[in-house]
């Protein structure tokens, strides 16, 4: 069975860009599918979440 999707040029070249040479475009997006992990929500310790938090408030703080 075969399925067609259409994409913008633009997505297109991004694929190309992370296809691998012996790849079908087909294996690609298998690849990128299986390989994506799911967000596992609230997976860091309250002590890592305060670090992150500080970390973006001073991030934040250098660009005023």
Request: no cysteine; charged share 40%; aromatic share 4%.
């Amino acid at each position: 069975m075969s399925t067609s999707i259409r994409v913008s040029d633009d997505t297109k070249q991004m694929l190309q860009s992370l296809k691998r040479d012996d790849e079908t475009f087909d294996e690609l997006l298998e690849r990128l599918a299986q390989s994506e992990q799911p967000i596992d929500i609230g997976a860091w310790s309250e002590e890592d979440a305060d670090r992150a938090r500080e970390a973006v408030k001073h991030s934040r703080e250098s660009f005023e």
